[in-house]
Protein backbone atom coordinates (compact mmCIF):
# COMPACT_ATOMS: atom_id res chain seq x y z
CA UNK A 1 0.00 0.00 0.00
CA UNK A 2 1.03 3.45 -0.60
CA UNK A 3 1.09 6.09 1.68
CA UNK A 4 -1.03 8.18 -0.36
CA UNK A 5 -3.78 5.73 0.40
CA UNK A 6 -3.43 6.29 4.23
CA UNK A 7 -3.46 9.90 3.39
CA UNK A 8 -6.30 10.13 1.58
CA UNK A 9 -8.22 7.99 4.29
CA UNK A 10 -7.51 11.06 6.79
CA UNK A 11 -7.98 13.60 4.55
CA UNK A 12 -11.25 12.50 3.72
CA UNK A 13 -12.31 12.56 7.40
CA UNK A 14 -9.95 15.94 8.35
CA UNK A 15 -9.72 17.64 5.07
CA UNK A 16 -6.71 19.71 5.03
CA UNK A 17 -8.97 23.11 4.08
CA UNK A 18 -10.24 22.86 7.48
CA UNK A 19 -7.17 23.46 9.31
CA UNK A 20 -6.29 26.43 11.18
CA UNK A 21 -4.28 29.41 8.87
CA UNK A 22 -1.52 28.95 11.85
CA UNK A 23 -1.44 25.49 11.23
CA UNK A 24 1.23 22.81 9.53
CA UNK A 25 -1.30 19.47 9.09
CA UNK A 26 -0.67 17.32 6.69
CA UNK A 27 2.35 15.25 4.82
CA UNK A 28 5.64 16.84 6.44
CA UNK A 29 8.33 14.80 5.54
CA UNK A 30 8.54 11.97 3.21
CA UNK A 31 7.00 10.83 -0.21
CA UNK A 32 3.30 9.89 -0.07
CA UNK A 33 3.93 7.66 -3.40
CA UNK A 34 6.26 5.50 -0.65
CA UNK A 35 5.13 2.10 -0.25
CA UNK A 36 3.39 1.80 3.78
CA UNK A 37 5.62 -0.75 5.95
CA UNK A 38 3.71 0.14 9.27
CA UNK A 39 1.55 3.12 10.59
CA UNK A 40 2.56 4.37 14.25
CA UNK A 41 -0.04 6.61 15.31
CA UNK A 42 0.88 9.20 17.90
CA UNK A 43 0.25 12.44 19.91
CA UNK A 44 4.03 13.69 19.23
CA UNK A 45 6.64 12.95 17.52
CA UNK A 46 10.00 12.63 19.90
CA UNK A 47 12.79 10.91 19.22
CA UNK A 48 11.25 7.72 21.09
CA UNK A 49 8.92 7.58 18.32
CA UNK A 50 10.99 7.66 15.98
CA UNK A 51 12.85 4.46 17.43
CA UNK A 52 9.80 2.77 18.57
CA UNK A 53 8.22 3.58 14.44
CA UNK A 54 11.67 1.93 13.05
CA UNK A 55 11.75 -0.88 15.70
CA UNK A 56 8.33 -1.94 15.27
CA UNK A 57 8.97 -1.04 11.05
CA UNK A 58 6.79 1.53 10.87
CA UNK A 59 7.63 4.14 8.15
CA UNK A 60 4.95 6.26 8.46
CA UNK A 61 4.38 8.10 11.82
CA UNK A 62 0.60 9.77 11.80
CA UNK A 63 1.03 12.54 14.95
CA UNK A 64 -1.85 14.95 15.63
CA UNK A 65 0.51 18.08 16.38
CA UNK A 66 3.42 18.98 13.71
CA UNK A 67 6.64 18.19 14.48
CA UNK A 68 7.54 21.19 12.10
CA UNK A 69 5.09 23.94 13.54
CA UNK A 70 6.82 27.43 12.00
CA UNK A 71 9.46 26.17 9.81
CA UNK A 72 13.00 25.72 10.39
CA UNK A 73 15.85 27.85 8.85
CA UNK A 74 18.77 25.34 9.98
CA UNK A 75 18.85 21.42 10.16
CA UNK A 76 21.98 20.91 11.77
CA UNK A 77 20.78 18.89 14.96
CA UNK A 78 21.09 21.89 17.59
CA UNK A 79 17.38 20.98 18.86
CA UNK A 80 15.04 18.10 19.71
CA UNK A 81 13.09 19.14 16.03
CA UNK A 82 15.90 19.49 14.08
CA UNK A 83 17.24 16.37 15.79
CA UNK A 84 13.68 14.24 14.97
CA UNK A 85 13.66 15.74 11.19
CA UNK A 86 17.54 14.36 10.17
CA UNK A 87 16.41 10.57 12.08
CA UNK A 88 13.25 10.74 10.07
CA UNK A 89 14.23 11.19 6.89
CA UNK A 90 17.61 9.23 7.52
CA UNK A 91 15.61 6.54 8.48
CA UNK A 92 12.95 6.75 5.50
CA UNK A 93 10.31 7.53 7.92
CA UNK A 94 7.60 9.77 6.53
CA UNK A 95 5.87 12.13 9.13
CA UNK A 96 2.05 12.75 8.90
CA UNK A 97 0.05 15.17 11.17
CA UNK A 98 -3.64 15.69 11.52
CA UNK A 99 -4.14 18.98 13.41
CA UNK A 100 -6.99 21.50 13.92
CA UNK A 101 -8.63 19.77 11.05
CA UNK A 102 -9.07 17.01 13.03
CA UNK A 103 -9.82 19.49 15.76
CA UNK A 104 -12.22 21.29 13.89
CA UNK A 105 -14.46 18.53 12.59
CA UNK A 106 -17.57 17.15 14.54
CA UNK A 107 -16.75 13.51 14.34
CA UNK A 108 -12.75 14.63 15.56
CA UNK A 109 -10.73 15.01 19.03
CA UNK A 110 -13.70 16.98 20.64
CA UNK A 111 -16.12 13.62 20.06
CA UNK A 112 -13.47 11.67 22.08
CA UNK A 113 -13.91 13.57 24.79
CA UNK A 114 -17.99 14.43 24.33
CA UNK A 115 -17.76 10.32 24.54
CA UNK A 116 -15.58 10.62 27.54
CA UNK A 117 -18.09 12.81 29.47
CA UNK A 118 -21.22 10.93 28.05
CA UNK A 119 -22.34 14.10 26.51
CA UNK A 120 -25.34 14.74 24.77
CA UNK A 121 -26.78 16.88 22.42
CA UNK A 122 -23.52 18.04 21.38
CA UNK A 123 -22.44 20.84 18.72
CA UNK A 124 -19.39 22.86 17.41
CA UNK A 125 -18.74 25.85 19.93
CA UNK A 126 -17.16 28.50 17.03
CA UNK A 127 -18.90 27.00 13.90
CA UNK A 128 -16.97 27.94 10.64
CA UNK A 129 -18.42 31.19 8.52
CA UNK A 130 -17.11 31.27 4.70
CA UNK A 131 -17.21 27.85 4.22
CA UNK A 132 -19.78 26.76 2.02
CA UNK A 133 -20.66 27.50 -1.42
CA UNK A 134 -23.79 27.26 -3.05
CA UNK A 135 -24.40 25.33 -6.63
CA UNK A 136 -27.24 26.04 -9.28
CA UNK A 137 -27.57 24.03 -12.31
CA UNK A 138 -30.03 23.82 -14.87
CA UNK A 139 -30.80 20.05 -16.00
CA UNK A 140 -33.08 19.02 -18.11
CA UNK A 141 -35.83 16.92 -16.71
CA UNK A 142 -34.90 13.46 -17.75
CA UNK A 143 -31.56 13.70 -16.51
CA UNK A 144 -32.34 15.70 -13.10
CA UNK A 145 -32.14 12.35 -10.72
CA UNK A 146 -28.83 11.03 -12.08
CA UNK A 147 -26.85 14.39 -11.77
CA UNK A 148 -28.67 15.28 -8.04
CA UNK A 149 -27.30 11.57 -7.25
CA UNK A 150 -23.70 12.58 -8.68
CA UNK A 151 -24.06 15.92 -6.78
CA UNK A 152 -24.46 14.24 -3.43
CA UNK A 153 -22.02 11.22 -4.37
CA UNK A 154 -19.08 13.66 -4.35
CA UNK A 155 -20.03 15.59 -1.21
CA UNK A 156 -22.88 18.13 -1.49
CA UNK A 157 -26.27 18.16 0.10
CA UNK A 158 -24.90 18.29 3.66
CA UNK A 159 -26.67 20.28 6.35
CA UNK A 160 -26.27 19.29 9.67
CA UNK A 161 -27.77 16.03 10.31
CA UNK A 162 -29.21 16.13 7.25
CA UNK A 163 -27.49 14.12 3.66
CA UNK A 164 -28.95 14.92 0.07
CA UNK A 165 -30.47 18.11 0.56
CA UNK A 166 -31.34 20.04 -2.29
CA UNK A 167 -34.23 22.26 -3.80
CA UNK A 168 -35.55 21.94 -7.49
CA UNK A 169 -37.78 23.94 -9.44
CA UNK A 170 -39.20 24.03 -13.02
CA UNK A 171 -38.66 26.33 -15.80
CA UNK A 172 -37.50 27.13 -19.55
CA UNK A 173 -33.86 27.16 -20.49
CA UNK A 174 -33.10 28.59 -24.12
CA UNK A 175 -30.30 28.07 -26.45
CA UNK A 176 -28.53 28.10 -29.59
CA UNK A 177 -25.58 26.21 -30.20
CA UNK A 178 -22.68 27.70 -33.10
CA UNK A 179 -21.45 25.77 -36.54
CA UNK A 180 -18.76 24.08 -34.14
CA UNK A 181 -21.50 22.72 -31.60
CA UNK A 182 -23.14 19.29 -30.94
CA UNK A 183 -26.12 19.65 -29.60
CA UNK A 184 -27.93 16.65 -27.58
CA UNK A 185 -31.14 18.07 -27.66
CA UNK A 186 -32.03 20.48 -31.29
CA UNK A 187 -30.26 21.50 -34.00
CA UNK A 188 -27.67 23.82 -34.22
CA UNK A 189 -28.24 27.26 -35.18
CA UNK A 190 -31.39 27.17 -34.09
CA UNK A 191 -33.02 28.36 -30.64
CA UNK A 192 -33.90 25.83 -28.75
CA UNK A 193 -36.50 25.73 -25.46
CA UNK A 194 -36.21 22.88 -23.08
CA UNK A 195 -38.07 22.32 -19.82
CA UNK A 196 -35.17 22.12 -17.58
CA UNK A 197 -35.03 21.88 -13.75
CA UNK A 198 -33.16 24.05 -11.37
CA UNK A 199 -31.01 22.41 -9.04
CA UNK A 200 -29.91 23.53 -5.91
CA UNK A 201 -27.27 22.22 -3.49
CA UNK A 202 -25.04 23.54 -0.80
CA UNK A 203 -21.36 22.39 -0.43
CA UNK A 204 -17.96 22.79 1.08
CA UNK A 205 -15.73 25.18 -1.26
CA UNK A 206 -13.14 22.86 -0.77
CA UNK A 207 -15.05 20.69 -2.32
CA UNK A 208 -15.80 22.88 -5.44
CA UNK A 209 -13.86 21.59 -8.26
CA UNK A 210 -14.95 18.16 -7.02
CA UNK A 211 -18.55 18.62 -7.20
CA UNK A 212 -17.98 20.51 -10.69
CA UNK A 213 -16.00 17.65 -12.24
CA UNK A 214 -19.37 15.43 -10.95
CA UNK A 215 -21.82 17.86 -12.42
CA UNK A 216 -20.31 17.96 -15.60
CA UNK A 217 -19.91 14.40 -15.72
CA UNK A 218 -23.20 13.32 -15.21
CA UNK A 219 -25.06 16.40 -17.39
CA UNK A 220 -25.78 15.75 -20.70
CA UNK A 221 -25.67 19.06 -22.43
CA UNK A 222 -22.17 19.82 -24.02
CA UNK A 223 -21.96 23.17 -22.42
CA UNK A 224 -23.10 22.94 -18.47
CA UNK A 225 -24.62 26.23 -17.28
CA UNK A 226 -23.71 26.40 -13.82
CA UNK A 227 -23.19 29.08 -10.60
CA UNK A 228 -21.34 29.16 -7.76
CA UNK A 229 -22.35 31.34 -5.13
CA UNK A 230 -20.02 32.25 -2.00
CA UNK A 231 -21.99 31.61 1.32
CA UNK A 232 -22.12 33.58 5.34
CA UNK A 233 -23.91 30.67 6.32
CA UNK A 234 -21.95 28.79 9.31
CA UNK A 235 -20.85 25.27 8.82
CA UNK A 236 -22.66 23.60 11.69
CA UNK A 237 -20.80 20.71 11.11
CA UNK A 238 -16.79 22.50 11.04
CA UNK A 239 -15.31 24.71 13.82
CA UNK A 240 -13.93 25.23 17.09
CA UNK A 241 -14.51 23.41 20.73
CA UNK A 242 -17.91 21.88 21.48
CA UNK A 243 -20.48 22.24 23.82
CA UNK A 244 -23.16 19.57 25.34
CA UNK A 245 -24.77 18.65 28.30
CA UNK A 246 -24.48 15.34 30.61
CA UNK A 247 -27.83 13.19 30.84
CA UNK A 248 -28.70 14.50 34.08
CA UNK A 249 -27.57 17.55 35.94
CA UNK A 250 -24.93 16.69 38.71
CA UNK A 251 -23.00 18.52 41.38
CA UNK A 252 -20.12 20.43 40.19
CA UNK A 253 -17.44 18.66 42.63
CA UNK A 254 -19.30 15.24 41.30
CA UNK A 255 -18.24 16.79 37.72
CA UNK A 256 -14.90 17.42 38.47
CA UNK A 257 -14.58 13.85 39.73
CA UNK A 258 -15.69 12.39 36.87
CA UNK A 259 -13.42 14.73 34.99
CA UNK A 260 -10.27 13.21 36.82
CA UNK A 261 -11.68 9.60 36.44
CA UNK A 262 -12.35 9.82 32.58
CA UNK A 263 -8.89 11.41 31.79
CA UNK A 264 -7.04 9.72 34.47
CA UNK A 265 -5.79 13.01 36.14
CA UNK A 266 -3.81 13.80 39.47
CA UNK A 267 -5.35 17.15 39.48
CA UNK A 268 -7.73 19.72 37.97
CA UNK A 269 -6.97 23.64 37.74
CA UNK A 270 -10.31 24.88 37.67
CA UNK A 271 -11.92 28.67 38.70
CA UNK A 272 -14.06 28.50 41.76
CA UNK A 273 -17.04 26.90 41.81
CA UNK A 274 -20.35 29.08 40.96
CA UNK A 275 -23.44 26.55 40.86
CA UNK A 276 -24.42 23.76 42.92
CA UNK A 277 -25.84 21.33 39.73
CA UNK A 278 -24.31 21.38 36.71
CA UNK A 279 -25.38 20.59 33.45
CA UNK A 280 -24.27 22.50 29.89
CA UNK A 281 -20.26 21.72 29.36
CA UNK A 282 -18.04 23.05 26.96
CA UNK A 283 -14.99 21.90 26.03
CA UNK A 284 -12.15 21.95 23.69
CA UNK A 285 -8.75 19.78 23.70
CA UNK A 286 -5.93 21.33 23.79
CA UNK A 287 -5.32 24.79 24.03
CA UNK A 288 -8.83 26.65 23.94
CA UNK A 289 -8.96 29.42 25.92
CA UNK A 290 -10.03 31.66 22.80
CA UNK A 291 -13.05 30.19 23.18
CA UNK A 292 -14.00 31.45 26.97
CA UNK A 293 -15.88 34.24 26.13
CA UNK A 294 -18.16 31.50 23.61
CA UNK A 295 -18.57 29.00 26.47
CA UNK A 296 -19.57 31.61 28.32
CA UNK A 297 -22.26 33.61 26.36
CA UNK A 298 -23.73 29.66 25.29
CA UNK A 299 -24.18 29.68 29.54
CA UNK A 300 -22.04 26.31 29.95
CA UNK A 301 -21.59 25.44 33.76
CA UNK A 302 -18.29 24.32 32.75
CA UNK A 303 -15.28 24.74 30.31
CA UNK A 304 -13.10 22.38 30.21
CA UNK A 305 -9.94 22.82 28.25
CA UNK A 306 -5.93 23.06 28.74
CA UNK A 307 -3.29 25.92 28.01
CA UNK A 308 -5.60 28.16 30.30
CA UNK A 309 -3.39 31.10 31.67
CA UNK A 310 -3.82 32.76 35.29
CA UNK A 311 -5.69 35.81 33.66
CA UNK A 312 -8.10 33.65 31.85
CA UNK A 313 -9.67 32.11 35.04
CA UNK A 314 -10.64 35.24 36.01
CA UNK A 315 -12.84 35.60 32.50
CA UNK A 316 -15.24 33.04 34.36
CA UNK A 317 -16.10 35.70 36.05
CA UNK A 318 -18.47 33.79 38.67
CA UNK A 319 -20.63 32.73 35.16
CA UNK A 320 -18.83 29.52 34.50
CA UNK A 321 -16.35 27.02 36.02
CA UNK A 322 -12.98 26.71 33.67
CA UNK A 323 -11.39 23.94 34.17
CA UNK A 324 -7.79 22.85 32.95
CA UNK A 325 -7.31 19.14 32.60
CA UNK A 326 -3.83 19.39 30.46
CA UNK A 327 -2.83 19.76 27.20
CA UNK A 328 -1.78 15.85 26.41
CA UNK A 329 -4.45 14.78 28.95
CA UNK A 330 -7.20 16.61 26.84
CA UNK A 331 -6.42 15.26 24.16
CA UNK A 332 -5.02 11.35 25.08
CA UNK A 333 -8.14 9.68 23.05
CA UNK A 334 -6.95 11.18 20.03
CA UNK A 335 -4.71 8.48 19.27
CA UNK A 336 -7.73 5.95 19.43
CA UNK A 337 -9.95 7.84 16.74
CA UNK A 338 -6.74 7.81 14.80
CA UNK A 339 -6.40 4.60 15.23
CA UNK A 340 -9.51 3.47 14.84
CA UNK A 341 -10.19 5.25 11.53
CA UNK A 342 -7.24 3.56 10.07
CA UNK A 343 -7.77 0.14 11.13
CA UNK A 344 -11.57 0.53 10.00
CA UNK A 345 -9.77 0.89 6.58
CA UNK A 346 -7.33 -1.10 6.74
CA UNK A 347 -8.24 -3.97 9.07
CA UNK A 348 -5.02 -6.26 7.67
CA UNK A 349 -2.57 -3.70 7.82
CA UNK A 350 0.11 -3.04 10.60
CA UNK A 351 -1.15 0.09 12.47
CA UNK A 352 -0.08 0.36 15.71
CA UNK A 353 -0.85 3.01 18.57
CA UNK A 354 2.31 4.31 20.67
CA UNK A 355 3.69 2.57 23.89
CA UNK A 356 5.16 6.06 24.47
CA UNK A 357 3.80 8.65 26.87
CA UNK A 358 5.22 11.81 25.20
CA UNK A 359 3.06 14.25 27.51
CA UNK A 360 6.38 16.54 28.58
CA UNK A 361 4.59 17.95 31.81
CA UNK A 362 4.72 16.43 35.07
CA UNK A 363 3.10 16.79 38.58
CA UNK A 364 5.21 16.27 41.62
CA UNK A 365 2.19 15.67 44.12
CA UNK A 366 4.63 14.93 47.19
ZN1 LIG B 1 -2.87 19.86 20.98
Not at 51 to 71: D, M, R, Y
Not at 186 to 193: A, P, V
Not at 198 to 219: F, G, M, N
Not at 266 to 273: L, M, Q
Request: hydrophobic share 40%.
Amino acid sequence: MKISQIISVLEKKAPLAYQESYDNAGLIIGNKHMDCSGILCTLDVTGEIIQEAIQHNCNLIVAHHPIIFKGLSKINGANEVERIVIDAIKNDIAIYAVHTNLDNISDGVNSTIAQQLGLINTRILAPKKNGLVKLVSFVPRDFAEKVKNALFEAGAGNIGEYSETSFSSEGTGSFKGSQNSNPVIGQKGIRELVKEIRIEVILPSYLQSTVLLALKDAHPYEEVAYDFFPLNNENQLVGSGMIGELTIPIASTEFLKLLKAKFTLSVIKHSPIITEKVQKIAFCGGSGSFLIPLAKAAKADFFVSADIKYHDFFEADNQMVIADIGHWESEQYTVDLVFAELTAKFPNFAVLKTANMTNPVRYFLG
